[in-house]
């Protein structure tokens, strides 16, 4: 909903980088105040940080969130939908071919949907028909944590947000015709994308 509000903002004229509440509010119509209120879900005003949200782009990058880690899990549930929160915060999962970045080829950057931090670039996505968004390579190597994952009866890879620890999904090797041979399979409710704007090119993490 967090990238909903931006757009709503974007559209009503004003630039969320300070907090609008609540003399921008004051400076809208009533009814284009309550949409956007209402497209935001917000529980609260001023200190309430913002989180990404799949899509299948926002015009701008997401906030990063001040010292996730020290988020409690009432604070995620403000933040995230429960479907995030879910795979985010309790290590679920979204279905097969149900994520709305499955099959998404636009140029652009994967950002952490709870907490902002770049993690992927289109550059390494690929469609390994596998039902979820696929890349070969991190944006960079400390942009994502690697655990090992003995869970449901499988020996495999967690990969969490260095940044946040939200979960993201799992690494396999199992994609050799792919430079690195590795298959991140990551939820696409995990990821913000953001498409490149027109003319720009997708530029690695430094
Ligand atoms: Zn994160």
Redesign the pocket.
Same mark, same amino acid.
């Given at each position: 909903m967090a990238s909903l509000w931006y757009q709503e903002a974007d559209r009503a004229g004003y630039l969320a980088s300070t907090c609008p509440f609540p003399v921008a509010c004051l400076q809208l119509n009533m009814k284009l105040a309550i949409a956007v209120l209402l497209a935001a879900g917000l529980v609260t005003g001023c200190d309430r940080p913002v989180a990404g949200e799949e899509s299948a782009g926002p015009a701008t990058r997401p906030v990063m969130i001040d010292n996730?880690t020290k988020l409690s899990d009432a604070d995620w549930q403000k933040l995230l939908t429960p479907e995030q929160y879910r795979v !985010?915060r309790e290590k679920g999962t979204e279905r097969a071919f149900t994520g709305k970045l499955t099959d998404v080829t636009d140029p652009g950057t994967y950002? *952490? &949907? &709870?907490? /902002?931090?770049e !993690?992927f670039h289109s550059t390494t996505k690929f469609h390994s028909g596998c039902g979820w968004p696929s890349f070969y390579a991190a944006a960079a190597g400390d942009r994502v944590k690697l655990t090992k994952d003995l869970s449901a009866g499988m020996v495999r890879t967690e990969v969490? *947000? %260095?940044? *946040? /620890? %939200?979960h !993201?999904g799992h690494v396999f090797d199992d994609a050799p015709d792919q430079p690195t041979g590795q298959r991140y399979c990551i939820n696409s409710v995990s990821l913000t994308f953001v498409p490149d704007a027109k003319g720009a090119t997708t530029q690695p993490a430094k």
């Open positions: 996730p !985010l950002y *952490c &949907a &709870a907490c /902002g931090q !993690l969490t *947000c %260095s940044r *946040c /620890g %939200s !993201l």
